[in-house]
């Protein structure tokens, strides 16, 4: 940032630097010194970047000897970045929290999906799983109940012929209630589970 000022206006040649002092509105103030050219005359370019806002502006000037002058007038200076800085510091600003929140819910719709996908393929495969154990089950109860059936058919042929014994008989109702009992459990569980799948 360069500012020209003619705050002083100094003829005498013995003047070679000029200390400018600036004081912003409820802030600190700061000095730089200039060197002066034969006239007096000096541009100054300011060290460091110098905060938007008001400014009072005075300057000094120092002789060879390091006397210095009294201070001249203050003048009020307004300093403020350009409209074009102004908008492009604001989109910066709002880009950097928004392009983050946008890139997180992406990646939240990212995960959310990915993982429904994953328990629904997994769903599907228990499904799949108990379908078949089902079928297997039924399969596999239904050759068992087929054997006590035969069990019991041959223990009832053979009471035809002679008189079953007491345990004979006490072995026919119970294979017939065990056979509808391990029916009943067998039929409640594959509904629980078919029920906890749904």
Not at 89 to 113: C, H
């Amino acid at each position: 940032m360069q500012y020209v000022c003619e705050l002083c206006t100094i003829a005498a040649k013995n003047f070679r630097q000029t200390v400018v002092w600036f004081e912003r509105e409820g802030g600190e103030t700061k000095s730089q010194i200039a060197r002066n050219d034969t006239n007096g005359n000096f541009t100054l370019v300011a060290e460091e970047k110098l905060k938007d806002g008001i400014y009072k502006v005075w300057a000094e000037v120092i002789d060879d000897r390091k006397a210095k002058s009294i201070p001249s007038e203050k003048i009020t200076i307004s300093i403020e970045r350009p409209a074009i800085l102004r908008i492009g510091s604001w989109a910066v600003g709002f880009l950097s929290v928004v392009i983050p929140l946008i890139a997180l819910t992406l990646l939240l719709v990212y995960l959310a999906w990915h993982w429904w996908h994953k328990f629904a393929a997994m769903r599907k495969r228990i499904k799949k799983e108990i379908g078949e154990a089902e079928h297997v089950l039924h399969k596999a109860f239904g050759l068992l109940k087929e054997a006590i059936r035969e069990q019991i058919k041959t223990l009832e042929k053979a009471k035809t012929k002679r008189q079953l014994t007491e345990e004979e008989e006490k072995i026919i109702k119970q294979l017939k209630k065990d056979l509808d009992d391990a029916e009943k459990f067998v039929r409640k569980e594959i509904e629980d589970i078919e029920k906890a799948v749904k």
